[in-house]
C-alpha cells in the first residue's frame, strides 16, 4: 500500500452519540490513527426501526465515511452490526468491522464457568445479537441476556456515580447475580460509561466485557495485516460529524471520550442521502 492510502482516517459510525466510546477504545491501541466519527442523531435510534431500514441507513453512513477517504469502517452500532453488518461487508471493498463478533469471542474467551450475561438495549436483546455469537463459538455455553434501557438517558446525563444509578442497576441486573454468570457483556456503547456502578452491583468476580476494547484490538490487527497503519507520529486528530445537534450534544461526548474536541459539524442529510 502506498503512504497516502496508509495516512487515510479510520471511518466509525453509530446512530448517535454511544460510539464515542469505541473511538476511546481506538485511540487507547492505535494513537497515532486520524478518525473520522458520524453519528446520525437525526435518526437516533436504530434499534425501533426495521431491518431493512438499519441496513440502508447503515449504507449510507458507509458512503458518507467513504467520502472521507477512509481506509477502514467501525460500525459502532450494536443493532447495525447485528443487521446490517454481513450486507456492508459484502457492497463495500474495504475492511468493515461490527462490535459484536469482537465482544462475544471475548467473553467465551474470559468465561471460566461457562455462564456468560449480556446486557443491552431492548432490540440487541430481542435480536439476540450477541448470544447467537457466543453460541456458535461454544454451544456449550449458557447465556442469560437482560435488556436496561435505561442505562443509555443515565450515561447521557452524566450520571455515573449517582444513588439512582446504583439503584436501576441493582434492579435490572438481579436476574444475572442469580444466574452466577462470571462473566458480563456491555452490549451497548453507552454502558462502559456506567462499567463502576455496574461492577459494584455484580461483584469483583464477574468480569466485565467492553465490546469496544474488544473491537480496537481487531482494528488494529486487521490495519497491521493489511499494512495499513499511518506513517504520522502525533497523536492522531478526530473529526466528528452528526446528521443533528441535539442539546449537550458536545458535552455528553467530552464524557464519553474522556477529553475535549472540536465543535462537531452538522452533515445535510439530505445531500448524503442523493
Same mark, same amino acid.
Given at each position: ?7 487515510? #482516517?479510520?471511518?466509525? @459510525? ?27 442523531? $437525526?435518526?437516533? #435510534? ?17 458512503? @458518507? ?14 443493532? $447495525? ?13 474495504? #475492511?468493515?468491522? %461490527?462490535?459484536? @463478533? ?46 436496561? #434501557? ?10 455515573? +456515580? +449517582?444513588? $439512582? ?24 456503547? &453507552? ?35 493489511? %499494512?495499513?497503519?499511518?506513517? &504520522? ?24 471520550? %474522556? ?16
Amino acid at each position: 500500500m502506498n503512504k497516502l492510502y496508509n495516512d487515510r #482516517p479510520i471511518g466509525v @459510525f453509530d446512530s448517535g452519540i454511544g460510539g464515542l466510546t469505541v473511538v476511546k477504545r481506538l485511540f487507547s491501541v492505535l494513537p497515532n490513527e486520524h478518525i473520522v466519527y458520524f453519528g446520525d442523531t $437525526a435518526r437516533v #435510534p436504530y434499534g425501533s426501526k426495521s431491518n431493512s431500514t438499519v441496513i440502508e441507513y447503515s449504507i449510507q453512513d458507509t458512503n @458518507f465515511l467513504l467520502h472521507k477517504n477512509v481506509k477502514l469502517v467501525v460500525v459502532a452500532c450494536n443493532t $447495525a452490526s447485528s443487521i446490517a453488518l454481513p450486507e456492508l461487508q459484502r457492497k463495500f471493498n474495504i #475492511p468493515v468491522i %461490527g462490535v459484536i @463478533f469482537p465482544g462475544a469471542e471475548m467473553a467465551v474467551d474470559e468465561t471460566k464457568n461457562m455462564k456468560i450475561g449480556v446486557i443491552g438495549t431492548r432490540a440487541t436483546i430481542t435480536n439476540q445479537a450477541y448470544s447467537k455469537v457466543i453460541k456458535k463459538i461454544n454451544n456449550k455455553i449458557e447465556v442469560v441476556e437482560k435488556a436496561c #434501557p435505561l442505562f443509555v438517558p443515565l450515561a447521557e446525563e452524566g450520571w455515573t +456515580h +449517582h444513588r $439512582a444509578t446504583y439503584e436501576i442497576a441493582k434492579e435490572y441486573l438481579k436476574e444475572l447475580t442469580s444466574h452466577r454468570i462470571d462473566t458480563l457483556v456491555l452490549g451497548c456503547t &453507552h454502558y462502559p460509561i456506567l462499567a463502576d456502578v455496574i461492577q459494584e452491583v455484580m461483584g469483583n468476580k464477574v468480569t466485565l466485557i467492553d465490546s469496544g476494547i474488544a473491537t480496537a484490538e481487531v482494528v488494529k490487527s486487521e490495519i497491521h495485516k493489511r %499494512g495499513l497503519e499511518t506513517r &504520522h507520529k502525533n497523536h492522531g486528530n478526530l473529526d466528528v460529524f452528526v446528521s443533528d445537534i441535539p442539546t449537550k450534544f458536545q458535552e455528553v461526548a467530552e464524557l464519553f471520550l %474522556g477529553k475535549k474536541i472540536n465543535k462537531p459539524i452538522k452533515v445535510d442529510l439530505e445531500e448524503m442521502i442523493s
